[in-house]
């Protein structure tokens, strides 16, 4: 059982470069959530899903999109990098909403935009 | 507006001694709370997690206090081991709510 997946694991990017990071998982999980890890502080939820078809913006949106065409993958897209998105990007999911039902997180993507 | 507040950012301990790690939170709305553990170059990792309506939960030697009326939860963890240093997050949900909030989180240092 792989959990969740994402890739790349580490990426650069020049500024103005766009690229996808994929996230998949394999545990029919039906939420979906994608966060950001800057140096020394908590993660920030950038957007979410609860379902195939259905997405949200969480804190932290501008400069990011994802789609939702299945349950399984929740890829992140940035269009125009900018130095402010170098972080560490977390993928996670979850079968259901609600506090008692924990997030499981891939184990991420470093991303430097330069 | 930081709805959930790791104020420690760092916090070193001997190993057997009990490590204390406290959150403190705004919204009252927020009926979940859960702890997870992150090391390095990994994803973080679910811990242990309390209910709004229970003010202790305990698993192994890792137990979560709450004291709602002070918007406040800790994490204690006893004995601690060095395997414990890593990078601790709090982070809460409301009932029905989509989305969990995560704290700054704290650093272990477990000193054999």
């Known amino acids: 059982n792989a959990g969740v997946t994402q890739t790349p694991k580490f990426r650069i990017l020049k500024i103005g470069q766009s690229m996808t990071l994929q996230c998949t998982q394999d545990?029919?999980?039906?939420?979906m959530y994608w966060y950001r890890q800057d140096p020394g502080m908590g993660l920030k939820l950038i957007y979410y899903?609860?379902?195939?078809?259905?997405?949200d913006k969480g804190e932290v949106p501008n400069g990011y999109n994802v789609s939702r065409s299945t349950t399984e993958d929740f890829p992140l897209r940035l269009e125009l990098a900018a130095p402010s998105q170098t972080s560490v990007y977390f993928c996670?999911?979850?079968?259901?909403?609600?506090?008692?039902?924990?997030?499981?997180f891939g184990n991420g993507t470093r991303l430097t935009v330069t | 507006d930081q709805q959930v507040k790791q104020n420690s950012p760092s916090l070193s301990v001997q190993e057997g001694r009990i490590s204390i790690l406290n959150c403190d939170y705004t919204?009252?709305?927020?009926?979940?709370f859960l702890w997870y553990k992150k090391y390095p170059a990994e994803g973080p990792t679910f811990l242990i997690s309390?209910?709004?309506?229970?003010d202790k939960n305990e698993d192994g030697r890792f137990t979560v206090f709450l004291n709602k009326s002070a918007k406040h939860l800790s994490l204690h963890i006893v004995p601690s081991q060095p395997g414990d240093s890593a990078v601790y997050f709090c982070?809460?949900?409301?009932?029905?709510?989509?989305?969990?909030?995560f704290g700054g989180g704290t650093r272990v240092l477990v000193k054999p």
């Open positions: 982070a809460a949900s409301e009932a029905a709510g989509n989305k969990l909030t």
């Open positions: 919204n009252s709305m927020f009926d979940y």
């Open positions: 545990m029919n999980h039906n939420y």
């Open positions: 899903s609860v379902g195939a078809g259905i997405t």
């Open positions: 309390i209910s709004s309506i229970k």
């Open positions: 996670a999911s979850r079968l259901a909403g609600g506090g008692n039902s924990p997030l499981h």
